[in-house]
């Protein structure tokens, strides 16, 4: 499939790489790049050679929100009915998603990341959600996942007191796995989608959905949960390898079954 604002490499074994391309907009999010980032995603999705994605955009800005100059003229049945407001697509892939972010990763953009399983950020980062300022409110998940991630007076700051966090501060405050210097974020970001996709893969997806169930339900059903995947990963060729080569202390072979 041809794409126009995103490019899509594999730079590592088992690893499938997004990069947002619309570098005269920072990257702003419309209809169309959504549609490539999702469809590209969905792709290595089904991609039995790949384990793990990076999302990324430039140094410059991971996504510098949405599109203003395309939502400008937006009535609400526009916003209703544009794909580009159903994000479902991204949270709905079985495999870990990566955001490598740099620069500005604001409005839309700064959801993106949160709906990404882990973030990777380079060390002028900057999170915020600063859509007040337009006259709008956050519409993907800012009021709910960055409150989640970061508490509910960092993300009132944010909302409403114009606060950007800098890689740091949403580093300390649980919204970012790792910072690392520019020049080698990304690069971080991939060694860890590597990692992530060299384990067996069934596992990885149960424990992404495991994880993303505690986000929403009670502990008692959280757990309930966790245990019927837990019995399923008996069933699978990889816990019958995993359990053998730790026996026999030899690596473990993984058939991802
Ligand atoms: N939309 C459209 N164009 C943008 C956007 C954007 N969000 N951000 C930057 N651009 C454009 C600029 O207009 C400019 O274009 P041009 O060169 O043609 O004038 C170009 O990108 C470069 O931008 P700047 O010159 O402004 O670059 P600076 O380095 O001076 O500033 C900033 C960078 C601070 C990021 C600044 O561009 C900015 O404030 N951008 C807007 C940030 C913003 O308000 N984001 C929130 C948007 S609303 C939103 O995301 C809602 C999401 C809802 C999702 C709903 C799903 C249900």
Redesign the pocket.
């Known amino acids: 499939m041809t794409y126009e604002t995103i490019l899509t490499e594999t730079p590592a074994p088992g690893v499938g790489l997004v990069r947002l391309n619309r570098p ?3 990257n ?2 419309n209809a169309q790049i959504t549609g490539e980032i999702f469809s590209a995603l969905e792709s290595f999705d089904r991609d039995e050679t790949i384990g793990c994605m990076v999302l990324t955009g430039s140094d ?2 991971f ?9 400008r003229e937006a009535s609400p049945v526009d ?1 209703l009915t544009d794909d ?4 479902r697509r991204l949270s709905a892939l079985a495999k870990p998603v990566i955001a490598a972010v740099s620069g ?1 990763a ?6 993106m990341a949160m709906m990404c399983d882990m973030i990777v950020a380079s060390e002028s980062a900057k999170f ?4 007040v ?2 006259g ?1 409110m ?3 998940g ?1 009021t709910q996942r960055l409150t989640r991630a970061v508490g509910k007076a960092v993300a009132m700051e944010v909302m409403l007191g114009s606060r950007n966090l800098t890689a740091e501060e949403a580093e300390a405050a649980g919204l970012v796995n790792r910072v690392y210097p520019l020049d080698s974020y990304l690069a971080e970001a991939v060694a860890l989608a590597g990692k992530v996709a060299a384990l067996p893969r069934v596992s990885v997806r149960l424990i992404k959905d495991a994880i993303n169930k505690a986000e929403e339900l009670p502990l008692s059903a959280g757990l309930e949960y966790e245990k019927k995947s837990f019995f399923l990963t008996f069933a699978t060729e990889d816990k019958h390898e995993g359990m053998a080569a730790f026996v026999e202390e030899r690596p473990a072979q993984w058939k991802h079954r």
């Open positions: 005269a907009a920072l702003a999010l410059k800005a996504a510098a929100g949405a599109d203003i100059k395309q939502m916003m580009f407001t159903d994000w500005w604001l409005g839309g953009g700064c959801e915020g959600q600063p859509e300022g337009i709008i956050p519409g993907a800012g």
